[in-house]
């Protein structure tokens, strides 16, 4: 293949979610090759450690069939550079955010021209969140889960096995 198109898509998957994956799925249509780099930043705390967010969105990702799974692979994103960097490092063209709300977009946005102004060559690429998983976050599962409440509806079999496993 001459000059894939490869993206890159970078969160904290704490945990993985639906609207994730529907945003996974979305840009492995777009681009020949999308990474999923799993974060793990030292200043926020993380209910899951940083291997199972990777194995979770690993898993996750493996549901999604080996047409679209050929696309997709799954990497820690080192703490000691920028995005942007590990991006140029790759070969990525593009960066993947996704979108629920105008409280996304401002924050979205600075960091998109941000980046734009450390790598021009870096384009940042927004997917607007599906419907259904408008009011999905990370934080607002976190905080369900606290409270004893089934979060079944906004996670992929594979989070809700790993829940059940009690993974940590």
């Given at each position: 293949?001459?000059?894939?198109?490869?993206?890159i898509?970078?969160?904290?998957?704490?945990?993985?979610?639906?609207?994730?994956?529907?945003?996974?799925?979305?840009?492995?249509?777009?681009?020949?090759?999308?990474?999923?780099?799993?974060?793990?930043?030292?200043?926020?705390?993380?209910?899951?450690?940083?291997?199972?967010?990777?194995?979770?969105?690993?898993?996750?990702?493996?549901?999604?069939?080996?047409?679209?799974?050929?696309?997709?692979?799954?990497?820690?994103?080192?703490?000691?550079e920028?995005?942007?960097?590990?991006?140029?490092?790759?070969?990525?063209?593009?960066?993947?955010?996704?979108?629920?709300?105008?409280?996304?977009?401002?924050?979205?946005?600075?960091?998109?021209?941000?980046?734009?102004?450390?790598?021009?060559?870096?384009?940042?690429?927004?997917?607007?969140?599906?419907?259904?998983?408008?009011?999905?976050s990370?934080?607002?599962?976190?905080?369900?889960?606290?409270?004893?409440?089934?979060?079944?509806?906004?996670?992929?079999?594979?989070?809700?096995?790993?829940l059940?496993?009690?993974?940590?």
């Open positions: 293949m001459k000059n894939p198109k490869i993206a898509y970078a969160g904290s998957f704490d945990p993985p979610t639906l609207g994730h994956l529907d945003i996974i799925k979305r840009a492995a249509n777009q681009f020949d090759k999308v990474i999923i780099m799993v974060a793990n930043n030292p200043k926020k705390n993380y209910i899951f450690s940083h291997a199972n967010r990777a194995k979770m969105v690993y898993q996750t990702i493996e549901t999604l069939g080996e047409e679209v799974n050929q696309q997709l692979s799954v990497h820690y994103l080192p703490v000691t920028m995005l942007v960097t590990t991006a140029q490092r790759v070969g990525a063209t593009a960066l993947i955010r996704g979108l629920r709300s105008v409280t996304d977009f401002e924050y979205e946005l600075q960091m998109a021209l941000t980046n734009r102004m450390l790598a021009p060559d870096i384009e940042v690429v927004f997917f607007m969140t599906a419907h259904e998983h408008l009011f999905t990370s934080s607002t599962v976190r905080e369900l889960m606290s409270l004893g409440t089934d979060v079944s509806r906004f996670l992929a079999q594979p989070v809700i096995d790993g059940k496993a009690g993974l940590e």
